[in-house]
């Protein structure tokens, strides 16, 4: 549909994951910035190991979470650093047009 989308690939049981929707995602500076720039955030949810999910990761050499995906207009996905931070999010999202 055009739009811009980041996909917060992770699991419940996953500590890093934890971790970083704590000190990343779920800052008030990094959802200003989402919404700002009307990019969608989207969770997928791999708890439960979902075939969906697993070849998700799979396509992107992965064999577990976390893993961030942003997804331009065009719907060209640049995979984000494992070890993301709020520095590094927001410099992705301010390339954003």
Request: net charge negative; aromatic share 8%.
């Amino acid at each position: 549909q055009g739009k811009v989308i980041v996909v917060d690939v992770t699991a419940d049981w996953c500590i890093t994951c934890k971790v970083k929707e704590t000190i990343v995602l779920n800052q008030v500076s990094i959802k200003n910035a989402l919404e700002s720039k009307g990019i969608v955030y989207l969770k997928a949810d791999w708890t439960r190991k979902d075939e969906t999910i697993a070849n998700k990761l799979a396509q992107y050499g992965r064999t577990g979470v976390p893993l961030y995906l942003l997804y331009s207009s065009e719907g060209i996905p640049v995979i984000l650093p494992e070890l993301l931070t709020e520095d590094m999010l927001l410099s992705y999202i301010e390339t954003i047009k």
